[in-house]
């Protein structure tokens, strides 16, 4: 397994920084403390934690075929059907995440969000709510600060919005302890300003200025042995650029979608050159691994015979990159186990294809 795991990550680390390298290393250069004393409450993780993590934009409720009262049932049939311990929600509101709480209360499942409109938890607007199983982890802090230029060099923790974005952006993180084993690790959920096809540039600035921002943010909770994941609908493909902020030399970001595409392409390339337990771990990554490369946001105006027009495939294609938006990075971690694109199913509860104008992501590692 050495070295399988040592190919797909300098596969991933091939590309490194920015388009503004030295900017963004003077911006948020980490310097950790040097006194082991500052991390004495942190457990060292020397056994495996496995997790599963979700990125899930509900999308916000609409009329028409794809009105909210007719999809609901199907987004927590597929909560249930596939049990992550931690999920991130994009675009629900109030009425929304009331229902959801309502219905998997008795699953454990807790959740942290405020309206991006107000800041406030009583306002019907947009949240980057991320969830937690409440049984299996204890909420050891958390916050929501917007997508926007710093003041006094302070985050905004109030509404506003940034660069070149037509709405408010926020980001929503949590900070979880396992019960059992003590481990601690943070989790960071958002919403990217948004593109569209006439228009590679709109909102450019805003998704690269607020993805160095919640960077900056991470490095303040990053301990050296506290795994981070970062998830949400970004807006923007994997081969674009954007995410090479998102690794450094040292503390690296893995996508889990790119980590099972590069094993996809290492088992095929070099099978001959393999070891048998080196064949064995990329055959249950990729058997436990489905549509990895697949769209995440279908557009729940299409049918879904229109649908297909956008490649539903595992290689790669340039017809279907622009819709792989919705993501799952991980800093820490030791492997990923699975990683799936949530679609192709019809849920009993409602008869529909879809639970959303995206299909959920689903990532299950070990840090």
């Not at 991006?116 to 980057?128: I, V």
């Not at 060099?153 to 302890?177: H, S």
């Not at 019960?179 to 228009?199: G, I, P």
């Not at 799952?328 to 679609?343: D, H, Q, Y």
């Amino acid at each position: 397994m050495k070295k399988f795991f040592s190919f797909a990550v300098i596969a991933i680390l091939a590309l490194v920084g920015c388009e503004k390298t030295e900017e963004f290393a003077a911006d948020i250069e980490f310097n950790p403390p040097t006194d082991d004393s500052a991390y004495a409450d942190i457990t060292v993780n020397d056994a495996e934690t496995n997790l599963k993590i979700m990125s899930y934009n509900v999308c916000v409720s609409n009329s028409g075929e794809n009105i909210w009262s007719e999809r609901r049932n199907g987004g927590i049939e597929m909560i249930r059907q596939y049990k992550p311990d931690v999920f991130g929600m994009q675009e629900c509101t109030l009425y929304q995440l009331e229902f959801f709480a309502s219905q998997l209360g008795a699953d454990n499942y807790k959740y942290v969000a405020v309206s991006r409109d107000t800041g406030t938890e009583d306002h019907n607007g947009e949240r980057t709510a991320v969830w937690y199983n409440a049984g299996r982890f204890d909420l050891i802090d958390s916050g929501t600060f917007w997508l926007a230029p710093k003041s006094n060099n302070e985050f905004a923790l109030t509404p506003a919005t940034g660069w070149d974005a037509e709405y408010l952006r926020t980001c929503t993180w949590v900070i979880l302890r396992d019960k059992d084993s003590q481990v601690e690790f943070a989790v960071y959920n958002t919403h990217l300003e948004y593109k569209n096809l006439s228009s590679a540039t709109r909102g450019a600035r805003a998704r690269e200025e607020g993805l160095k921002l919640m960077v900056e943010h991470m490095k303040g909770k990053m301990r050296p042995n506290r795994a981070v994941f970062f998830v949400g609908d970004m807006n923007d493909n994997y081969e674009n650029g954007l995410f090479e902020c998102l690794t450094t030399e040292e503390i690296p970001f893995i996508s889990t979608r790119q980590y099972v595409i590069d094993a996809y392409n290492a088992y095929h390339n070099n099978y001959d050159d393999l070891t048998s337990a080196e064949i064995e771990e990329y055959e249950a990554l990729l058997h436990n691994s489905y549509r990895w490369n697949s769209q995440t946001y279908h557009g729940t105006w299409m049918t879904h015979n229109e649908n297909e027009v956008v490649k539903n495939t595992n290689q790669i294609s340039s017809e279907n990159n622009y819709h792989v938006i919705d993501h799952i990075f991980g800093r820490n971690i030791k492997k990923v186990l699975s990683f799936r694109t949530i679609r192709d199913q019809k849920w009993e509860s409602t008869g529909l294809l879809y639970v959303s104008d995206h299909y959920p992501i689903l990532a299950e590692v070990t840090f």
